[in-house]
């Protein structure tokens, strides 16, 4: 693959508490994330894969190993410098779409510009475009309670590529759709993965989306099974 | 323009859980008019007080040091000479109204039948009345005069000239010892009969001239001038004046000889400061509490805001301006409300009863004092902002994954 590296796991390591119990939730994962990549992460609850979203997100901290984003070590303990790296070159898509009921559609896709500091008229335009990819632009003034789960997750995207990330974190995005809104979804993220050259980093149980991503690596008790399927990069239809 | 409307945010926050907002918006609402309202009629009490202590005193008295802190042992021991010349250098300051002389003393006042203890003043009456109004409730004769009268003439407090069966046109004695030690007597007639509102001033006090006074006990000598001002706040300025110009002499203001004033201050300032200190805390409690569980039901969004890049600072601020959205508004409410009900007590009167010692209601009056209301808004402002803010603190500040998870 010719195309840059976005995030790059070496030898991470994770464990959590539980009681008086140490469970290793990734033990030694080495892991590279390319431009316009759809990567998928499987494996059965507890495998790690909400692990390596909340580690290659960064808003969680590895116990050991390093954590690359763009090439530059990302210091997890910096707080504000996390939070900066998350503002500018991270977007999420979550399972329940975590849109702000408060805000209208258009607000939701609004926020990331505002918080990135983008002049009015530039975030006006730019939601406007990022609505229209995700074909809800008549939807803007609405509330999020107005709209269907295939429409929220739709919104939700729009509102993680609308400043145009490096880097998407995707947890069970399909999740919650029935099969044809999560095959629009699916086609959606594609389509801007490829046209952005954003890196999609996607937790699935989901087959129908494994079988259309770049990459699918399996986990299994905190490591990566040998058996990685990879597929160059936009042959996955 | 660059900015994300948090205000707005804030607003629509706010708005989420309406009944519970409105309970809480309330609730700051009936607090800070409660403060208010009380405030201002501390307030208006103590105004009132003020006004009626330099009144009755004058701004500034001027006497000997020893009139203010010895006991005499003979009338008008401590008393001032060449009062006339006092009056006029004091005359010559473009802050002073006027100048009153006051001779202090006490004796005697007998029908031929019964004798009774009375408390004299001996004043200037044209000016006194002209500087101070209608101070004294006329019950029943006419108030004296300055000009010499065929014979010396009193006012009679109420009580007294009930305890003597004396009324206008009666004659009575005047017992009092004189400036040399001697007892002196002296016929005088009843002017008039007055109530200071006091019954038990009404029971003890004369109002007689000055040559009256000074003929009784054989001095030609006052007790002190009582200086009146143009307004209240010429005081300190005017004060610092006489003192300069009248170096063997002693000034104070009205404020040292009003005790009742300090008192009934000392009093208010401590009944309403708890007052108000409780009612804060109910409202910051009642605020805080509804934050604390705004923020609570809004954990994985604060999670969702944190994950997206917003900063904890930034969610402080949002989350201040939600309380301050809740209890600012609550509170502007409460000012308004305030300020309805003294506007009302003001151009419709309700009449309180006689305070305790006194014979005389007085209107219930609320002050709008506006530093009042902006240093109460301002508290609360601050108070309900520092409160979210501290509420919120815990949750912006928990790890994002944490907050994400919470159920």
């Given at each position: 693959?010719?195309?840059?590296?976005?995030?790059?796991?070496?030898?991470?390591?994770?464990?959590?508490?539980?009681?008086?119990?140490?469970?290793?939730?990734?033990?030694?994962?080495?892991?590279?994330?390319?431009?316009?990549?759809?990567?998928?992460?499987?494996?059965?609850?507890?495998?790690?894969?909400?692990?390596?979203?909340?580690?290659?997100?960064?808003?969680?901290?590895?116990?050991?190993?390093?954590?690359?984003?763009?090439?530059?070590?990302?210091?997890?303990?910096?707080?504000?410098?996390?939070?900066?790296?998350?503002?500018?070159?991270?977007?999420?898509?979550?399972?329940?779409?975590?849109?702000?009921?408060?805000?209208?559609?258009?607000?939701?896709?609004?926020?990331?510009?505002?918080?990135?500091?983008?002049?009015?008229?530039?975030?006006?335009?730019?939601?406007?475009?990022?609505?229209?990819?995700?074909?809800?632009?008549?939807?803007?003034?609405?509330?999020?309670?107005?709209?269907?789960?295939?429409?929220?997750?739709?919104?939700?995207?729009?509102?993680?590529?609308?400043?145009?990330?490096?880097?998407?974190?995707?947890?069970?995005?399909?999740?919650?759709?029935?099969?044809?809104?999560?095959?629009?979804?699916?086609?959606?993220?594609?389509?801007?993965?490829?046209?952005?050259?954003?890196?999609?980093?996607?937790?699935?149980?989901?087959?129908?989306?494994?079988?259309?991503?770049?990459?699918?690596?399996?986990?299994?008790?905190?490591?990566?099974?040998?058996?990685?399927?990879?597929?160059?990069?936009?042959?996955?239809? | 323009?660059?900015?994300?409307?948090?205000?707005?945010?804030?607003?629509?926050?706010?708005?989420?859980?309406?009944?519970?907002?409105?309970?809480?918006?309330?609730?700051?609402?009936?607090?800070?008019?409660?403060?208010?309202?009380?405030?201002?009629?501390?307030?208006?009490?103590?105004?009132?007080?003020?006004?009626?202590?330099?009144?009755?005193?004058?701004?500034?008295?001027?006497?000997?040091?020893?009139?203010?802190?010895?006991?005499?042992?003979?009338?008008?021991?401590?008393?001032?000479?060449?009062?006339?010349?006092?009056?006029?250098?004091?005359?010559?300051?473009?802050?002073?109204?006027?100048?009153?002389?006051?001779?202090?003393?006490?004796?005697?006042?007998?029908?031929?039948?019964?004798?009774?203890?009375?408390?004299?003043?001996?004043?200037?009456?044209?000016?006194?009345?002209?500087?101070?109004?209608?101070?004294?409730?006329?019950?029943?004769?006419?108030?004296?005069?300055?000009?010499?009268?065929?014979?010396?003439?009193?006012?009679?407090?109420?009580?007294?000239?009930?305890?003597?069966?004396?009324?206008?046109?009666?004659?009575?004695?005047?017992?009092?010892?004189?400036?040399?030690?001697?007892?002196?007597?002296?016929?005088?007639?009843?002017?008039?009969?007055?109530?200071?509102?006091?019954?038990?001033?009404?029971?003890?006090?004369?109002?007689?001239?000055?040559?009256?006074?000074q003929k009784l006990l054989n001095k030609a000598r006052i007790s002190s001038l009582g200086v009146f001002l143009r307004s209240m706040e010429a005081v300190p300025g005017a004060q610092a004046r006489v003192d300069a110009l009248f170096p063997e002499l002693q000034v104070q203001n009205w404020e040292t000889q009003a005790f009742f004033y300090r008192s009934v201050r000392d009093l208010y300032d401590r009944i309403f400061g708890a007052l108000g200190l409780?009612?804060?805390?109910?409202?910051?409690?009642?605020?805080?509490?509804?934050?604390?569980?705004?923020?609570?039901?809004?954990?994985?969004?604060?999670?969702?805001?944190?994950?997206?890049?917003?900063?904890p600072g930034q969610l402080l601020r949002s989350l201040a301006l939600e309380g301050m959205v809740l209890g600012g508004g609550g509170a502007a409410l409460g000012a308004l409300l305030a300020l309805g009900v003294s506007v009302l007590l003001y151009l419709f009167p309700v009449q309180m009863p006689p305070p305790p010692g006194r014979s005389d209601g007085y209107p219930l009056s609320i002050a709008i004092d506006p530093s009042v209301y902006a240093a109460?808004?301002?508290?609360?402002?601050?108070?309900?902002?520092?409160?979210?803010?501290?509420?919120?603190?815990?949750?912006?500040?928990?790890?994002?994954?944490?907050?994400?998870?919470?159920?």
């Open positions: 693959m010719s195309q840059p590296v976005v995030m790059e796991m070496r030898s991470v390591h994770k464990t959590y508490r539980l009681g008086e119990h140490i469970v290793p939730a990734l033990q030694g994962v080495d892991l590279q994330l390319r431009e316009g990549e759809l990567l998928a992460l499987t494996g059965p609850s507890g495998s790690g894969k909400s692990t390596i979203l909340n580690l290659c997100g960064l808003i969680d901290a590895a116990d050991r190993g390093e954590i690359l984003l763009q090439g530059r070590p990302v210091d997890a303990r910096d707080e504000t410098g996390t939070t900066l790296l998350r503002r500018d070159a991270i977007g999420f898509i979550f399972q329940n779409f975590n849109l702000v009921p408060v805000m209208s559609v258009a607000e939701n896709v609004d926020y990331p510009l505002f918080l990135a500091g983008l002049p009015w008229a530039e975030r006006q335009q730019r939601v406007r475009e990022a609505l229209q990819s995700v074909g809800l632009l008549e939807h803007a003034a609405h509330r999020p309670d107005a709209l269907s789960g295939g429409q929220r997750q739709r919104v939700a995207i729009a509102r993680a590529l609308v400043k145009r990330p490096r880097l998407v974190i995707a947890d069970e995005p399909t999740a919650s759709l029935d099969s044809g809104t999560a095959d629009q979804v699916l086609s959606l993220m594609r389509e801007l993965a490829h046209r952005q050259g954003a890196a999609f980093l996607i937790a699935t149980h989901d087959s129908r989306l494994t079988c259309r991503c770049d990459r699918v690596i399996a986990l299994l008790d905190g490591r990566i099974s040998p058996h990685e399927t990879s597929l160059p990069l936009g042959a996955a239809a | 323009m660059n900015h994300f409307p948090w205000l707005k945010f804030a607003w629509q926050n706010a708005r989420r859980n309406r009944r519970r907002s409105w309970v809480t918006a309330s609730i700051a609402a009936l607090g800070t008019a409660a403060i208010l309202l009380a405030s201002g009629f501390a307030l208006s009490t103590y105004q009132g007080l003020a006004q009626m202590a330099a009144r009755s005193s004058g701004h500034l008295i001027l006497a000997k040091p020893d009139q203010f802190h010895k006991d005499e042992d003979t009338p008008l021991q401590h008393g001032l000479d060449q009062a006339d010349e006092l009056r006029a250098r004091l005359l010559a300051d473009p802050e002073v109204r006027q100048v009153l002389p006051r001779v202090d003393f006490s004796g005697l006042i007998s029908n031929g039948d019964k004798s009774t203890v009375m408390m004299a003043v001996g004043i200037d009456p044209d000016s006194e009345f002209a500087i101070k109004g209608p101070f004294l409730k006329i019950k029943a004769g006419e108030a004296l005069l300055s000009s010499p009268q065929a014979s010396a003439e009193v006012m009679l407090g109420e009580g007294l000239a009930r305890s003597l069966k004396a009324e206008p046109g009666s004659s009575l004695t005047l017992l009092s010892s004189t400036a040399d030690g001697a007892l002196n007597a002296l016929d005088v007639r009843v002017r008039g009969v007055f109530s200071t509102g006091i019954p038990d001033m009404d029971k003890r006090l004369v109002y007689t001239d000055v040559l009256t006074a409780i009612i804060f805390l109910i409202v910051i409690f009642v605020v805080t509490n509804a934050m604390a569980m705004a923020i609570i039901e809004r954990t994985r969004e604060i999670g969702t805001l944190r994950a997206l890049g917003t900063l109460t808004l301002l508290a609360m402002l601050l108070l309900v902002m520092l409160a979210s803010a501290l509420v919120a603190r815990k949750t912006v500040h928990q790890p994002v994954v944490q907050a994400l998870a919470h159920t």
